[in-house]
């Protein structure tokens, strides 16, 4: 059994090898499915998941109630954003299957059709949906958080305007609630081991603003240790946008060189990056 | 948001990802298979003051300081490095050594590895845990280098190669880097990078590379006081080489995995291994699957376990069961003259261990007629090991006489102080200087070719039967915790010390919603001498005709803040423990003694409880607040009663004393109408001269109304705080509770009185018990009453402090004081319990917040399992000391006393001596010279001698013996030793 996460304290070193204000490593795609509207996927550390957008489209007819994780405005008039999320069996160490009705998962869902719900233009579209389907290969930590990014990164896949990128992250303390230690160092970007071990929270920024879109602290965690919390994890948001706006350029600067996209006389952007 | 701490840009990673895999099973016997991402990194410091490059890129923590570096620029030499060294043990280096690392006189400017570090915590947590401690203290200078997240040290296993061949591996590359990573500091006097291996390989592999390694053994002969600490390498590196004469003595133990399939297939058994307090080839273990304990009778059934490890056990068949021993078999006696040298060349079992045995087999036989031979068990596997230091002393027979001069390492035996640990082998070249002394040593290893286990000194405590020495020996064997206060702790302390006074002005902070109680007519009673005094009451009249009743308790919570370093120490010690001439304290002197003890004449802050009680003693309501209080009066049990007894005293105090004792009255029958057990130990009290607290007497301790008038309002105010906790923490309250006895436990004793004096004992509730109790009475024998009490005693379950979300309600219940809830608040002076329950009050009637360490269940939880062993081990250690004490007064004397048989054998008896509480045992060989015939009835419990000396024993039957103390010259142990007179 490898080291815990007490420690830390020793050399500032985390169960991984990170500093406290390190984010895991971090890969994105976009447009990883042809036949789907709009696509991602997303790894940070050991996190894997991916996201395959249908719409705007014509809502299926009554959409069996509100069961699924949706976001209405109200009355048709904005497009409704349903956000389904499958774990696979194999995502988690023990291998344990989480059916449809998994209380933890809707919420996951509501969370995230909520947020994109009011960041995305959805009046544009009326009377129609939007359908994230979310899907965990393998989870590490920072779940919410990284389902996030892939949403965001899919509804930009799909062209679906917004005010700006959501980018998430998860923040936490280097000791548990119990020890109160005043001294505890924020942690940015928690695996599955700190996140049992530590509390943390869940905070989503639009775009590099200090504006927090999601807030989520499902832990016990001291107030006095919440702001530096906080302002680590807005922090590690603006680097993951950083991350994610480089993905996405990536991948247009890619489909202008090979043709697939008209170069806009409007675009500042450098191809050659 | 200006104010928001910021954070520093990270550095873009330049580092490196590797995974780590590895495959665990859970208990259930899954097997998972876990990955985890390892960043490495090249900004790891050498943390060598040396180092001028590392210290520029040293890390930095969210409030941008760093860690200061740790290794000396001048560390010590040798004599094999003059230069100077930094030392880097592997796994087992630390494993066996452990105690050779605390060492103050060497052992500096330690370089820890992770690797090492992981591998340690997965073998054993307690030795990670006191590394971790080194690591942390200043002067050791210990350094955690974290090699398997630096990009140059880190070593992926390669294909085919075993763990362990990989952590050498990465030891080395760690060894090797940092030898030239210090090179490059082109000082003058580079030091040397010292590996500590035992592993011949690993040594060799290490020479190869031009690295410097040396075995603990080597390393330790190079220091300067290098045959002191010899001793202290453990035995097992050593072993390999001398002997192997692969005669296997003991049975394998099965693999962990078959036993784990075996338990879950209900075809083994786990538990925990206990050995009997009077026959030492004789263990018992109590597994879930059976209401009774399985007997595990002989050395190979026993199969090295140790009293206190968890092992696995398969049932024994059929033909093998057996009754339980009804012999004494001390170790010391049949194993006197074992040689320590000739270790592997003998039988495992002796010649007069097989003769014991024969006898035993005989006696078996003879009682089958009536058929009830136990299931037995024999020992198949050990899952954990509980061993820890140990304290004995080195038996003189097994040390040659030539080694009294010179330094050859030779063989003794280690004879520990409890009973139901086996003979220690250990080798020391010092056997001269060690014999006659109280030692500290450790078990390391049991192997299958050693009849007994191997272990190595830690250190000598003292002479044999000097005050401190034994003192000492008992602290260190009930693991008490006995060291002064670190300085941490004092700076807790109130500054102006002794000259802290309650605020004189009612503004000031302290006195935040406080109730000023000062002209309450408060007292306390306690016993004589008492200097931490917790809890003072009082008592009045209201004008509507009820009582108004006060206990007030020492506010310590007011002085001991959560979690600060004097809050974590009284967490550990739990509770104060008392010896005979000593205390050790759970809080600093300067707190239980003067600003918390509830003195006489002087204002002092309290926790008070008050009641209106109406004249039946039920309560018409009850409230907590926080008070100051101004004791009246300071009394003794037998001033208190004087007082109260003398009629022309008619001063308010008296009077609300009397009053309080007719309530108390009250309460008591309300109590024991309720099935409130009155239970007994045998308790005395050593009388010590003043001066130098050489005990003079004996005294059994006296009990007096006034001690039930303080007993009963404790219990009162207990049951009324833990009813307030609770409501207000449902999950986290801290009780304690009296589970009910399992009915199995009072058989035998049971039987034993309907046989023996026609007596019924019904054990259906504990009011059942209570009555039944009351009447076994023998006319003219006051004794004999408080004999069964003592022995019903025995057979129940101890109390333990828990926490409410552990238990359901109906749990809860204190069986012996028949309360449905119960908790500790009225000692928070001296136990660790009630000042959390302080905590949790003032809580709840919302004086402060509650702190999050008093509300974290988990946290909780562990101090509640902590504070009942401390609670336990407190009151052994006090028993050992009255043991101890009552020895060294009859030292010189010899006394005849009455005794009463407690417990028969076939070759012997218990007897308990009720004026000094000691049990004593009677052997048949003491009876006479031969050994007289005897004849046991097992059904009758009758024990009758022929031959040299002709008596009739029984149980409860009333003896007259003559006490006197005695010294075996063999093993220089002192003991009370008893003979008897007349049956």
Not at chain 2, 11 to 34: E, W
Not at chain 2, 173 to 199: G, R
Not at chain 2, 625 to 653: G, H, M, N
Request: net charge neutral.
């Amino acid at each position: 059994m490898p080291l815990d996460t007490s420690t830390y304290s020793l050399a500032l070193l985390r169960v991984d090898g990170r500093r406290w204000n390190e984010l895991r490593r971090l890969h994105a795609q976009i447009r990883i499915q042809a036949a789907a509207d709009g696509s991602s996927y997303l790894e940070m550390g050991n996190t894997k998941v991916m996201c395959v957008l249908t719409g705007p489209s014509e809502p299926q007819q009554q959409q069996q109630g509100q069961r699924r994780g949706q976001a209405t405005a109200g009355g048709g008039k904005d497009a409704a954003i349903n956000v389904s999320i499958v774990v696979a069996g194999f995502a988690s160490v023990d291998h344990k299957k989480r059916g449809r009705n998994d209380k933890r998962t809707q919420e996951l869902e509501l969370i995230i059709a909520k947020t994109f719900a009011s960041v995305a233009h959805t009046h544009l579209f009326p009377h129609s949906s939007i359908s994230l389907a979310l899907h965990v290969l393998s989870a590490d930590g920072s779940l919410l958080a990284a389902l996030l990014n892939a949403a965001t990164l899919a509804l930009i896949d799909a062209g679906i305007p917004m005010s700006d990128y959501i980018a998430a992250c998860t923040a936490g303390s280097t000791s548990s609630y119990a020890a109160a230690d005043d001294s505890a160092d924020p942690l940015l970007d928690l695996n599955t081991q700190e996140e049992q071990e530590l509390p943390f929270i869940t905070v989503a920024t639009l775009g590099e603003t200090d504006r927090v879109a999601v807030l989520n602290c499902e832990s016990r965690v001291q107030v006095s240790r919440l702001e530096g919390m906080l302002a680590v994890a807005v922090d590690g948001c603006k680097e993951v946008k950083q991350l994610l706006d480089k993905a996405i350029k990536a991948k247009g600067a890619k489909m202008i060189r090979e043709g697939a996209a008209e170069k806009s006389d409007a675009m500042a952007m450098d191809l050659d990056e | 948001m200006t104010s928001l701490k910021r954070s520093v840009d990270s550095d873009v990673f330049a580092s490196n990802i590797s995974n780590k895999t590895y495959v665990r099973s859970t208990r259930s016997g899954k097997v998972q298979k876990i990955v985890r991402e390892v960043y490495l990194r090249t900004d790891i410091p050498c943390s060598s003051k040396l180092c001028k490059a590392c210290l520029a890129d040293a890390p930095r923590n969210a409030a941008q300081e760093a860690q200061p570096f740790v290794l000396s620029e001048k560390p010590a030499g040798t004599k094999a490095f003059p230069q100077g060294h930094y030392l880097v043990p592997d796994t087992n280096a630390v494993l066996n050594a452990m105690d050779l690392f605390e060492q103050t006189s060497a052992f500096y400017d330690v370089i820890i590895l992770q690797t090492v570090l992981e591998e340690l915590r997965n073998r054993s947590l307690p030795l990670y845990n006191r590394l971790v401690g080194l690591t942390k203290s200043e002067d050791k200078r210990f350094y955690v280098f974290f090699n398997d997240f630096r990009q140059e040290t880190y070593v992926q296993r390669g294909h085919n190669e075993t763990v362990n061949d990989r952590n050498d591996r990465a030891v080395r590359k760690a060894v090797k880097w940092y030898a030239e990573h210090l090179a490059q500091t082109k000082t003058k006097s580079i030091p040397a990078v010292v590996m500590l291996s035992n592993d011949k390989e690993n040594l060799h592999k290490a020479k190869e590379d031009g690295l410097n390694g040396s075995t603990l053994r080597e390393y330790v002969s190079t220091l300067e006081d290098g045959d002191r600490l010899l001793d202290m390498v453990a035995e097992v590196e050593s072993s390999g080489g001398f002997q192997k004469q692969g005669q296997m003595l003991y049975p394998e133990h099965f693999s962990v995995s078959k036993m784990m399939t075996g338990v879950k297939a209900g075809l083994m058994h786990q538990g925990i291994f206990s050995v009997s307090p009077y026959n030492y080839l004789e263990g018992s273990i109590k597994v879930p699957a059976f209401p009774k304990p399985l007997l595990i009778l002989g050395r190979e059934n026993i199969n090295r376990a140790i009293d206190g490890d968890v092992v696995v056990v398969e049932v024994l068949p059929q033909d093998q069961w057996k009754e339980p021993s009804t012999k004494i078999i001390e170790e010391e006696a049949i194993t006197k003259n074992e040689n320590a040298d000739a270790e592997g060349s003998q039988d495992l079992v002796s010649e007069k261990e097989r003769k014991a045995l024969q006898d035993e087999v005989k006696k078996t036989q003879k009682g089958s007629s009536e058929g009830r031979p136990q299931p037995t068990a024999k020992v198949v596997g050990v899952v954990r090991r509980n061993w820890r230091q140990y304290v004995g002393h080195i038996d003189p027979s097994s040390a040659s006489r030539a080694t009294t001069q010179g330094r050859k390492q030779d063989n003794v035996f280690l004879i520990p102080m409890d009973k139901k640990i086996p003979k220690i082998r250990l080798r020391t070249r010092q056997t001269s200087e060690l014999l006659g002394k109280r030692l500290l040593v450790t078990i390391d290893a049991w192997e299958r070719d050693s009849r007994h286990p191997v272990g190595h000194f830690v250190r000598s405590l003292g002479e044999l039967e000097t005050k401190a020495a034994e003192t000492e020996a008992l602290l260190l064997e009930w693991d008490v915790q006995y060291r002064p206060f670190p300085k941490t702790v004092l700076d807790c302390l109130p500054k102006e010390g002794h000259d802290w006074k309650v605020p004189a002005s009612t503004e000031d902070p302290g006195w935040r919603d406080r109730e000023d109680l000062r002209d309450l007519l408060i007292c306390s009673i306690d016993p004589v001498g008492c200097q931490d005094i917790d809890d003072a009451l009082h008592a009045q009249k209201l004008p509507n005709g009820n009582f108004q009743v006060g206990v007030h308790i020492a506010d310590v919570s007011n002085f001991v803040r959560p979690a600060n370093a004097m809050d974590t120490e009284a967490s550990i010690r739990g509770t104060t423990v008392y010896l005979v001439d000593k205390r050790i304290d759970m809080l600093p002197p300067l707190l239980g003694t003067n600003l918390c003890s509830l003195k006489p004449y002087v204002e002092r802050y309290a926790f008070s409880v008050l009641w209106e009680l109406n004249e039946n003693a039920d309560i018409v309501n009850v409230r907590f607040t926080k008070s100051v209080i101004k004791s009246r009066e300071a009394f003794s049990y037998e001033e208190a009663q004087i007082r109260i007894d003398d009629e022309s005293q008619q001063d308010d105090l008296t009077k609300g004393m009397r009053m309080l004792l007719m309530l108390s009255k009250k309460l008591k029958q309300k109590r024991m109408d309720a099935g409130a057990l009155s239970l007994s130990s045998p308790e005395v009290k050593v009388q010590t001269e003043s001066e130098t607290s050489d005990p003079i007497d004996v005294k059994t301790k006296q009990l007096l109304d006034t001690n039930s008038l303080v007993e009963e309002f404790m219990l009162f105010a207990n049951i009324s705080v833990a009813a307030k906790i609770y409501d207000a923490f449902p999950q986290t309250a801290i009780l304690r509770r009296h589970g009910a006895p399992p009915k199995t436990n009072f058989d035998e004793l049971s039987e034993q009185l309907r046989i023996k004096c026609g007596m019924e004992l019904r054990t259906d509730s504990s009011k059942a018990l209570a009555d039944s109790l009351d009447r076994c009475v023998k006319p003219g024998e006051p004794f004999f009453n408080t004999l069964v009490r003592i022995m019903a005693t025995r057979c129940m379950m101890s109390a333990e402090y828990f926490c409410s979300g552990t238990q359901a309600y109906p749990e809860f219940r204190h069986y012996g004081l028949a309360s449905e809830i119960y908790t500790h608040f009225t000692s928070p002076i001296r136990r660790y319990a009630d000042l959390l329950a302080h905590r949790q009050l003032a809580a709840a009637i919302d004086y402060e917040a509650v702190h999050p360490s008093v509300r974290s269940r988990g946290r909780l939880e562990a101090v509640c399992k902590n504070i009942n062993v401390r609670h336990r081990n407190a009151q052994m250690a006090g028993r050992a000391s009255i043991a101890y004490y009552v020895g060294q007064a009859l030292k010189g004397k010899v006394a005849e006393e009455d005794a009463f048989v407690m417990k028969i054998f076939s070759n012997g008896f218990v007897v308990l001596v009720p004026r000094f509480g000691i049990e004593g045992l009677i052997r048949l060989r003491d009876l006479a010279e031969p050994e007289p015939e005897s004849d046991f009835d097992a059904e009758s419990y009758t024990l009758t001698t022929s031959g040299s000396r002709e008596v009739k024993v029984e149980l409860f039957q009333k003896v007259k013996v003559r006490v006197h103390d005695h010294k075996d010259e063999a093993t220089g142990k002192r003991g009370v030793k008893m003979e008897l007179i007349s049956a």
